[in-house]
């Protein structure tokens, strides 16, 4: 159990454009589910923390009106990556958590998003 | 925030040597460290966590221990194989996880 999917894994979009990522907790409702960006041979580097129904918690240095976060259901949320620019490429992975305490978190596969 | 330091960044063990990976943590608060292993554009696993109130946990040849009074917490690998060759992370957790930087483990056959 504790299955979490991405989709898609993998995008090349030109300069410009808006980019959807769809996160999905298969077999569990997820409280809460958080997104990380990593670039090559980095660590993982906390985005946003998102709550089914209400706005997106981001980290500090992260444009909000950039990465755009809706968690509409306990079962997805989705990550929009608006008028994405090079060096917004990146390997985007998002978690899953299922229960208050946050802390088992559950990884989903990655979308490796490249801008042209 | 948390702030969490990880050492070394590489490490490159024989064949059947023990691996071990440090971290260290600044907020008392934290109370959840767990380990992952990622491999190459893969996610990361959890291969292997301690909660604040543990000393020391074991699974096979993983064992990881946590010394909360120096804020810092050790991953052992032993008989290492091939196979473990992977970058792994330490985290600690206060309300988020908060990653080390990372170590690349390289086992020579």
């Known amino acids: 159990g504790a299955v979490v999917s991405q989709h898609p894994s993998r995008v090349i979009c030109k300069s410009g454009t808006s980019v959807k990522i769809e996160c999905r907790s298969l077999d569990f409702q997820a409280t809460t589910m958080f997104w990380y960006r990593q670039f090559p041979k980095q660590s993982l580097m906390l985005m946003a923390t998102s709550n089914e129904g209400s706005k997106a918690t981001y980290e500090q240095g992260v444009e909000k009106d950039k990465f755009l976060i809706n968690h509409a259901s306990l079962t997805l949320s989705t990550l929009t990556v608006t008028s994405a620019h090079p060096e917004d490429s990146s390997f985007y992975i998002c978690?899953?958590?299922?229960?208050?305490?946050?802390?088992?978190?559950?990884f989903g596969p990655g979308t490796r998003l490249t801008v042209l | 925030g948390e702030n969490v330091e990880q050492h070394p960044s590489t490490l490159s063990v024989q064949e059947g040597d023990s691996a071990v990976i440090k971290c260290t943590y600044s907020d008392s608060a934290s109370n959840y460290f767990p380990w992952y292993k990622q491999e190459l554009g893969k996610r990361p696993q959890l291969i292997i966590d301690?909660?604040?109130?543990?000393g020391e946990k074991k699974d096979q040849r993983i064992a990881v221990t946590l010394n909360k009074t120096a804020k810092h917490f050790s991953l052992h690998i032993t008989e290492t194989q091939p196979e473990d060759s992977a970058v792994y992370f330490c985290?600690?957790?206060?309300?988020?996880?908060?990653f080390g930087a990372g170590t690349t483990v390289t086992v020579r056959a």
């Open positions: 978690s899953a958590a299922r229960d208050r305490a946050l802390d088992t978190q559950y």
């Open positions: 985290a600690a957790n206060d309300y988020k996880l908060s």
């Open positions: 301690i909660r604040s109130n543990v």
